[in-house]
Nanobody, 124 residues
């Protein structure tokens, strides 16, 4: 497993931008598919985006396509989530997660490493 620590959350007005970062420890980071999930109050944790370890293909949930961009830097053991044109419905705790699942992991059960989460609040 890798240990993950998120940063970059905060309060922003609707239409604004934030960039989340996730720092990973461990020598096998480059072999992990990395994902971002979020959990709003009273709701289930949901998949947001993933970046595949082998070729950096990216996948997004429909509600963030065109607004969010996931990226990774294997030399620095980091994964980022650039969030633009934020909406109040994006308000949630955002979690970074690592997976060794073969394919495109979109379910929580397919990830075996999790960060502690960072709060993102978007005001209207």
């Amino acid at each position: 497993q890798v240990q993950l620590v998120e940063s970059g959350g905060g309060l922003v007005q609707a239409g604004g931008s934030l960039r989340l970062s996730c720092a990973a420890s461990g020598r096998t980071f480059s072999r992990y598919t990395m994902g971002w999930f979020r959990q709003a109050p009273g709701k289930e944790r949901e998949f947001v985006a993933a970046i595949i370890w082998s070729d950096s293909r990216t996948y997004y949930t429909d509600s963030v396509k065109g607004r969010f961009t996931i990226s990774r830097d294997n030399a620095k053991n980091t994964v980022g989530l650039q969030m633009n044109n934020l909406k109040p419905e994006d308000t949630a705790v955002y979690y970074c997660a690592g997976s060794m699942w073969f394919g495109v992991p979109r379910a929580q059960s397919q990830y075996n490493s999790w960060g502690q989460g960072t709060q993102v609040t978007v005001s209207s």
